[in-house]
């Protein structure tokens, strides 16, 4: 008779072999305990970082109003190419914009500074009116 040598439960060595319940599976996590720690992020202030307010834009009434209606009109009209507004660090703005030239390919600068950008616009369309008296 051959022997086995495989290895062999205790309870069926012992010759008592008792049935195991199978395992039980659940196929869903646990519900989560209320004992769990809860995470907490630290203020930027507790980190040592400061908040930087962003500068406040005047309010309307405090600016000077612009018809920017009027002011896209007298472009047209002035038959500008390009057009690009630049708020600078300082609070200022430049507006500058390209007129075409009687020389094909080429165009005019115009450029304005001011303290807003109602009146850069404003001072920008008068250099590029005065431009064009003076192109005639």
């Not at 039980?24 to 646990?30: E, F, V």
């Not at 005047?58 to 690009?84: K, Y």
């Not at 075409?100 to 590029?128: G, I, K, M, W």
């Amino acid at each position: 008779m051959p022997v086995n040598n495989m290895p062999v439960n205790g309870a069926m060595a012992a010759g008592n072999p008792t049935r195991v319940a199978p395992p039980k599976i659940r196929m869903q996590a646990p519900e989560p305990t209320s004992t769990s720690a809860r995470l907490v992020l630290p203020s930027p202030e507790e980190l040592g970082v400061a908040v930087q307010v962003p500068a406040q834009i005047p309010p309307h009434a405090a600016r000077p109003s612009l018809d920017w209606n009027r002011a896209h009109t007298r472009l047209q009209e002035l038959g500008a190419v390009g057009f690009h507004l630049d708020r600078l660090p300082q609070g200022s703005c430049r507006v500058t914009f390209l007129l075409p030239t009687s020389q094909p390919q080429r165009t005019h600068h115009v450029e304005a500074e001011a303290a807003n950008e109602a009146d850069a616009v404003r001072n920008a369309l008068e250099q590029a009116e005065t431009w064009r008296v003076s192109q005639r």
